[in-house]
């Protein structure tokens, strides 16, 4: 079983960053089985709000932030050793790394570790992944296949998905999963973090 390093609640929240479709809630879910830290991935809070609300609206942004915020703040409070969330952060986006400390502020506040683990494929390897089943089947919105390629493709051309080794909290792990599967990329952030694993998983 790996160490965790120490934290005044003991509490863990993994921040697992990395571009569109490059396999977080997947690795997340991985994460989660070895772990048994519960997985919000992002795309939770996005489709709640999706129907009502579309992107770009500023009531759709205030509610997906609160849920995110709220849930991260809840577990801080709960009995729960952690969770794991999934982020696509554009590094170089005005106003990113303050979205980010807004919402991790209310997990430090109440002692808990905070890590961040950096998810990175190529832009072919992501596109694959783009139209996997279990993403269509856990996002909704990602079911029109060549809107969700063409956007993910924009989103490639407009922002920087890669920290470029330049990452701006810590700890922090970049892992490149282009060719790793799901459970090999989650035992490297494990490992790499220091993450306490299910004493069945060893």
Same mark, same amino acid.
């Given at each position: 079983? =790996? ?11 993994? @921040? ?9 809630? !997947?690795?997340? *879910? ?8 519960? /997985?919000? +991935?992002? +795309?939770? =809070?996005?489709?709640?709000? &999706? ?11 205030? /509610?997906? #932030? ?17 969770? $794991?969330? !999934? @982020? ?8 990113? &790394? ?42 909704? =919105? ?10 993910? $493709? ?8 890669? =920290? ?15 060719? /790793? ?7 490297? $952030?494990?490992?790499?973090?220091? &993450? *306490? #694993? ?5």
């Amino acid at each position: 079983m =790996s160490a965790e390093a120490g934290s005044g609640s003991g509490k863990t929240l993994v @921040f697992l960053v990395g571009p569109p479709a490059v396999g977080k809630m !997947t690795v997340g *879910r991985e994460l989660s089985r070895l772990t048994g830290l519960p /997985l919000y +991935h992002n +795309h939770v =809070s996005i489709e709640a709000v &999706l129907p009502v609300f579309g992107f770009g609206d500023p009531a759709f942004n205030r /509610l997906v #932030t609160m849920q995110r915020r709220e849930m991260i703040r809840e577990v801080a409070l709960s009995e729960l050793p952690g969770l $794991i969330f !999934t @982020f696509v952060w554009a590094f170089a986006a005005p106003g990113e &790394l303050e979205y980010v400390r807004k919402l991790v502020d209310p997990f430090e506040a109440e002692g808990g570790r905070v890590v961040y683990a950096e998810l990175w494929a190529d832009l072919d390897t992501r596109l694959a992944r783009n139209e996997s089943p279990s993403r269509l089947d856990a996002k909704s =919105s990602k079911r029109d296949v060549a809107a969700s390629r063409a956007h993910l $493709i924009e989103a490639e051309s407009k922002w920087r998905f890669d =920290s470029g080794g330049r990452f701006p909290l810590g700890p922090h792990l970049r892992v490149d999963n282009s060719s /790793l599967t799901p459970t090999e990329a989650a035992r490297r $952030i494990i490992d790499g973090l220091a &993450l *306490r #694993t299910l004493a069945s998983e060893g």
